[in-house]
């Protein structure tokens, strides 16, 4: 009996992921549903009867299956990489003027649709699918190989005759519009708040601890892309490799299209930056590829980017809705930030209710009134702004807007310094900045206290344990045992990371700080220049400026900070919870492994952050400076680097991710 079950079972599994791959990939049914539910219910019954036959690629186990723990990491063995971004015309000539330049002749290109989804890697060995990873940092993803069984395109065995013995398939996972509308309405009908787009929807769906919860989602795949290619040819060409994927049983968009001149590849670009509207799924631009996959390898990286492919952005939706009101955000600084409150619109498939004004001059200058319709604007398709009125529809009576005389937080007077185009509150206790401020100070790039950040921040302030940042370092295990969800694990945690906070140094006190204009750099030069807080704040402003990078309004700022008297009693304060307020002087003569090497910081890095990554290059004799030049000896890049990194390619500038950095420092 259980010998002619394994043999139907393994019948059956043939039959659904047949019926499952016509169905999701080549959108040709070639089973009724009754037929397919009468074999998958079969399938569970003979595997339910001989549970040992059970097997990780059964189409049983993509419909849900056993709660799972946290996300393991995920390491790749090809990094996923990102791309750069051009966002017009001349941003994708001047990619092709330099891909042409380092080919040593006019390349062909792969145009693909940039889906709006989540990247995924697909390792498959021996041609079943083993596990899935998310990108991650682009070397280390989570662990989401349950969750993407679920996915009914994803194939769980490869099809063809020359199956890869080992391969990553990398794609994009994504939500179609039509399960986006039909899961929100199911969500609606049972008085659930809906989902805001498919984008955060996918996302959210990989993400799920229990593989059921991320089958209701019914999420799709498009693969484009290999890392890992062993045990078979390797295609010539990207276009080979996508038709080499699609023979593979795995579904690759069918709009992708081998473009001969770059003017063939603006074309292509405008085409479906018109018509995106009239796909079943959110795409966000288009991704240019080199189509020689030999010169995609003569061209490398720089950085995490490959040389050999772009991103064209589309240009920013925008819609008309209502302005309701206009509110005001009190920065940590206290400078007033105003921002429309809207008539909730949907722009590229995003609920948009909130959208940026800028500051006061630019509300007059467009003529901005409560009660207007307004043309909002979502710029990169992520910031929503306002651009102006729609002046026909204005209703009678709409006044001219006014800042407000009193801080909405506290009503304390506001000034507007003059030649600055922002009003402050003139309260530096004011409860909105002091939020701000504290969760600044505890950010990685400060202070680093692990598990203070912007809930915490405000328990503590309203919790009035928090009048001051020094008053962290007066907390004890009773007084943050009366904050909300707070255990004994969780206030040992804080407590430990507050105190391992005192040993930061000067450079990271200044940064966390809150001086304005003084950010990390700035800090750490300073920091380095005059060794002790107490030299710092005795600096006239003829020695401020002398440290490099410091000009006249850094100087005035960092004396302003130190001549006020309630800055003064912070510092005291600190000094007496045992905070280190040194940091070693920095040679007139630069010593150290990058002693005359100027670096430029750009992008985020996966470890370091910006003030981490600065801190370090001076310690080491280096000079960190804001913009690229000729005399700059290195870019340091993360991901999503912009102009910067582009400026040191066209300079040949040595480019180096945080790996390299990190070589340099250790003298590699």
Same mark, same amino acid.
């Given at each position: ?20 791959h ?12 009754a037929?397919?539910?009468?074999l998958l ?7 339910a ?6 097997t ?13 723990a946290?996300f ?5 063995? /090809?990094?996923m990489l990102?791309l ?5 015309a ?19 290109y792969?145009?693909?649709?940039k ?18 990873g998310t ?7 989570e662990?989401?190989?349950?969750? /993407?069984?679920?996915?009914a395109q ?7 005759a020359h ?8 794609g ?35 993400r799920?601890?229990?593989?059921? =919860? ?8 498009f693969?484009?892309?290999?890392g890992e ?9 990207q276009?080979e ?6 023979a ?7 709009? =992708? ?15 479906w ?8 799924y959110?795409i ?15 061209l ?11 991103a064209?952005?589309f ?9 309701? &009101? ?6 940590r600084s ?10 909730p ?11 940026t004004l800028?500051?006061q ?5 467009? &003529? ?7 043309i909002v ?16 529809l204005?209703?009678?009576?709409a006044?001219?807007?006014e ?7 506290c009503?304390?007077? /506001?000034?507007?310094?003059?030649g600055?185009?922002?009003s402050?509150c003139?309260n530096?206790?004011?409860p909105a ?6 969760r600044?100070?505890c ?8 598990g ?30 009366t ?14 990371a507050?105190?391992?906070s005192?040993?930061r140094?000067?450079a ?8 304005r204009?003084?950010g ?14 107490d ?21 005035e ?7 006020q008297p ?11 919870r045992s905070?280190?307020l ?26 370091l952050?910006?003030e ?5 290059i001076?310690?080491a004799?280096?000079?960190v ?33 945080e790996?390299?950095?990190n ?6």
């Amino acid at each position: 009996m259980r010998a002619s079950a394994a043999t139907r079972a393994l019948e059956l599994r043939e039959l659904i992921d047949e019926a499952n791959h016509a169905y999701h990939v080549l959108d040709a049914p070639s089973l009724e549903d009754a037929a397919y539910d009468a074999l998958l219910r079969e399938l569970v019954g003979i595997e339910a009867e001989y549970p040992d036959l059970v097997t990780p690629d059964s189409p049983t186990q993509h419909v849900g299956g056993a709660p799972s723990a946290d996300f393991a990491p995920y390491p790749h063995v /090809v990094p996923m990489l990102s791309l750069a971004n051009a966002f017009d015309a001349d941003g994708l000539r001047a990619f092709d003027a330099r891909v042409a330049r380092l080919a040593g002749a006019a390349p062909g290109y792969v145009c693909e649709l940039k889906i709006d989804g989540l990247a995924m890697s697909l390792r498959y060995e021996g041609g079943t699918l083993r596990s899935a990873g998310t990108r991650g940092d682009g070397t280390v993803g989570e662990d989401v190989t349950g969750n /993407v069984r679920t996915i009914a395109q994803v194939p769980r065995k490869l099809a063809g005759a020359h199956v890869p013995a080992a391969l990553d398939a990398r794609g994009e996972v994504y939500l179609t519009k039509r399960a986006f509308d039909e899961l929100n309405r199911k969500r609606s009908e049972a008085g659930l708040p809906t989902f805001a787009n498919p984008r955060n929807t996918a996302a959210g769906g990989l993400r799920q601890k229990d593989p059921r =919860a991320t089958s209701e989602r019914k999420l799709s795949f498009f693969a484009y892309a290999v890392g890992e290619f062993s045990g078979a040819p390797l295609p010539a060409t990207q276009s080979e490799l996508l038709a080499a994927l699609r023979a593979l049983g795995f579904p690759v968009n069918e709009h =992708a299209r081998a473009c001969a001149t770059i003017d063939d590849v603006l074309a292509f670009c405008e085409l479906w930056e018109r018509d995106r509207a009239s796909l079943d799924y959110e795409i966000d631009g288009v991704v240019i590829k080199v189509d020689d996959i030999g010169l995609q390898a003569k061209l490398g990286f720089a950085g995490k980017d490959p040389r050999w492919a772009i991103a064209f952005k589309f240009r920013a939706q925008e819609a008309r809705t209502p302005l309701l &009101d206009i509110g005001i955000n009190v920065s940590r600084s206290g400078k007033l930030n105003p921002y429309a409150i809207l008539e909730p619109v949907v722009i590229g498939g995003v609920t948009v209710r909130m959208a940026t004004l800028h500051n006061q001059d630019d509300i007059v200058r467009k &003529d901005i009134r409560i009660g207007d319709t307004v043309i909002v604007h979502r710029a990169g398709d992520v910031i929503p702004y306002v651009v102006g009125p729609v002046l026909e529809l204005r209703p009678p009576g709409a006044a001219v807007y006014e800042m407000p005389k009193r801080c909405p937080v506290c009503d304390s007077a /506001v000034e507007r310094p003059p030649g600055d185009v922002f009003s402050y509150c003139t309260n530096v206790s004011c409860p909105a900045q002091l939020r701000e401020r504290i969760r600044h100070f505890c950010t990685r790039g400060a202070m680093d206290i692990e598990g203070i950040g912007d809930s915490m921040a405000s328990a503590l302030v309203d919790a009035e344990l928090c009048k001051t940042v020094a008053d962290l370092y007066d907390l004890d295990a009773e007084k943050l045992a009366t904050l909300p969800r707070m255990g004994d694990k969780s206030i040992a945690n804080v407590l430990e990371a507050i105190e391992g906070s005192k040993s930061r140094g000067l450079a990271r006190v200044l940064a966390a700080l809150n001086i304005r204009f003084v950010g990390g750099q700035n800090a750490a030069l300073l920091a380095g220049d005059f060794g002790t807080i107490d030299a710092l704040a005795a600096a006239t402003k003829e020695q401020l400026i002398a440290t490099e990078g410091v000009g006249e309004q850094i100087a005035e700022s960092v004396a302003f900070f130190f001549a006020q008297p309630q800055n003064q009693a912070v510092i005291e304060r600190l000094r007496a919870r045992s905070l280190d307020l040194c940091a070693p002087l920095r040679p007139k003569t630069p010593e150290g492994r990058l002693a005359g090497k100027t670096f430029v910081l750009t992008g985020t890095l996966p470890a370091l952050s910006r003030e981490e990554a600065s801190e370090r290059i001076t310690n080491a004799g280096g000079k960190v400076a804001s913009g690229v030049s000729k005399k700059t000896d290195y870019v340091i890049a993360g991901s999503d680097a912009g102009s910067k990194l582009t400026k040191a390619e066209s300079l040949g500038i040595t480019i180096l991710d945080e790996a390299g950095l990190n070589a340099l420092l250790d003298g590699g």
